[in-house]
C-alpha cells in the first residue's frame, strides 16, 4: 500500500468496525447502519479519494510493494487480473 494512504485507509478501517458486531450483524454492518448521512459522505469521498490515489501510483508506475516478496507477488497477481478492468466512466474523468 502506498504511504500516502495508509493513515487514510487505517482511519476508514476504523471507522468501519467502530460498534461492535451483534448477534446478527458484522461490526461493519453496524457501524454503516449507524453512520450518519454527512460521516458516511466523508467515507465515500475517503475512499474514492484513495482510489484515484491507488490510480495516479499505478498508471506513474511507482511501486506499490513495501519490499516484502510475498506482498509483491500477491500485488503483482492482482495487478494482473485488473488488466482488462474497466474503471467506470464516472470515475474515469
Same mark, same amino acid.
Given at each position: 500500500? #502506498?504511504?500516502? @494512504? ?6 476508514? /478501517? $476504523? ?5 461492535? #458486531?451483534? $448477534?446478527? $450483524? ?10 450518519? #448521512?454527512? +460521516?458516511?459522505?466523508?467515507?465515500? /469521498?475517503? @475512499? ?7 490510480? /495516479? ?10 519490499? +516484502?516478496?510475498?506482498? +509483491? @507477488?500477491? @500485488?503483482?497477481?492482482? $495487478?494482473?487480473?485488473? !488488466? !482488462? ?9
Amino acid at each position: 500500500m #502506498p504511504p500516502s @494512504i495508509q493513515s487514510r485507509f487505517e482511519a476508514l /478501517r $476504523e471507522a468501519m468496525q467502530a460498534v461492535p #458486531p451483534t $448477534e446478527r $450483524e458484522t461490526s461493519v454492518q453496524v457501524s454503516v447502519r449507524k453512520m450518519s #448521512p454527512a +460521516d458516511t459522505g466523508l467515507l465515500m /469521498r475517503s @475512499i474514492l479519494a484513495m482510489f484515484g490515489e491507488l490510480v /495516479r501510483v499505478r498508471v506513474s508506475g511507482e511501486r506499490l510493494g513495501n519490499g +516484502d516478496r510475498k506482498a +509483491d @507477488i500477491h @500485488i503483482a497477481k492482482f $495487478e494482473h487480473t485488473q !488488466n !482488462n478492468a474497466r474503471v467506470p466512466t464516472f470515475l474515469a474523468g
